[in-house]
């Protein structure tokens, strides 16, 4: 699945209450190599934990961050 559409998936499986999400990286700027992972920042409402991690999805390695908008200013 190309990288597009597998954060998406992977955002609606894993965050579906989540206010929005980006895909940042090498993959979203279309300059993916064999070793590339997604990217993704989740945003949440203002309360919520805030926490990075490392998962796989769909075969793709995902490093994702998860903020509220506050969080991530600082951050």
Do not use: C
């Amino acid at each position: 699945m190309d990288p597009v559409s597998s954060a998406r998936a992977y955002v609606l499986e894993r965050h579906p209450d989540a206010d929005a999400a980006i895909l940042g990286g090498s993959t979203a700027q279309a300059r993916s190599t064999p070793t590339s992972d997604l990217d993704i920042v989740v945003l949440y409402p203002e309360g919520a934990a805030n926490y990075a991690s490392t998962t796989r999805h769909d075969g793709w390695i995902v490093e994702e961050f998860v903020h509220t908008r506050s969080s991530l200013a600082s951050w």
